[in-house]
């Protein structure tokens, strides 16, 4: 009678054991299956974000193509067409970047195309203006092309903010997918954890009958729960991982809106200066009007510090650290 029951213990505790290794079984290649597919996700939000600062950089160099032909138009210093002509090779090269991370999205890769057509648009017409102006060598003829070319750059800029827009909701989905993949972790790791927890008071309750493999049933259980525990750390790091991409998200996205403010700003304010400098070239030196100048070129170099200070203050910056004498920090404090 008395091995009949223990080989009825002996089969309820080897059953339990099967059991539970295929429901950790389970467990573990769900919970593998969902870490890899969280970090598909992250590399997708990535991708995205690249895009992104290529559409910024392209929108950039085109702004900065028609600042330096104007610069060039208003003037005629060769070094602003020479910046002309770097913008523009910068924008190809930059749109290349563009095409080749859209090439898996076929509504995006048309988007990128279209943005093409309306880029060369705006240079053949900026670089009709600079032949007009090298051609007349005045302002005037150009008056007639100044319309169009403003409306063309108003479509470039409609048509970046498109495709921006669009990969910004394609990368909202993205997140709310590897979203849902954290959920179906943290859910996993708490069945797992029950069931170890069930699993271990069946093995205690059994073992008390059988105390020669009460020990080996305790042995088992504790390289259970340790296997569970550094799955918990493991999850933990990756829900911290998630948590620092959503911040970098948030972080580009006001990168992205104080370029778009700096943008605004700074280009009025090039106009500006180059209007001061042909005023200053044309009226004589002692008109009068030099403290003017002065002003207006100080309160513009003002502005344009703070614009760069908002700029660098929305940039990821690594600290260095050296070795340097405390002699050169405290002479250059003085």
Partial sequence: MIPNIADKFAGRTRRGYLTAFILLLIS?????????????????VNHSNEI?????????????????????????NQS??????????NTDSVWQTAKSLTADNPAQAHNIDSLRGLIDA???????????FDSAHSINPLLHVQY?????????????????DNEIKILRSRSSEASKYSVI??????????????????????FNKENREKLEASRKADA???????????????NLELLELRNLEKFASTGRIARTIAHEVRNPLTNINLATEQLRNELPADSGFGAFFEIIHRNSNRINELISNLLNATRINELSYVKISINDVIDSSL
């Avoid at 750059?153 to 498109?162: A, G």
Wanted: charged letters at 20%; hydrophobic letters at 45%; a positive charge.
């Fill in 148 to 164: 169009p070319g403003v409306t063309r750059m108003n479509e470039v800029e409609k048509c970046v903010h498109f495709i921006q």
């Fill in 80 to 89: 602003f067409l020479t910046k002309f002509n770097s913008s523009q090779n």
């Fill in 185 to 206: 972790i943290k859910a996993f790791t708490v069945v797992s954890l029950l069931l170890a927890i069930i699993l271990t008071l069946f093995s205690v309750i059994t």
């Fill in 224 to 238: 259970y729960r340790q296997e569970l525990e550094k799955r918990v750390e493991e999850l933990g790091a990756l």
């Fill in 122 to 132: 705006r240079f053949k017409i900026l670089e009709r203006s600079i032949s007009i």
């Fill in 28 to 44: 573990y290649i769900i919970s593998f299956v969902s870490t890899q597919n969280l970090v598909k996700q992250s590399r997708w």
């Fill in 52 to 76: 992104l600062h290529s559409l910024d950089n392209v929108l950039r160099y085109v702004t900065e193509s028609e600042s330096a032909a104007r610069g060039y138009i208003i003037t005629n």
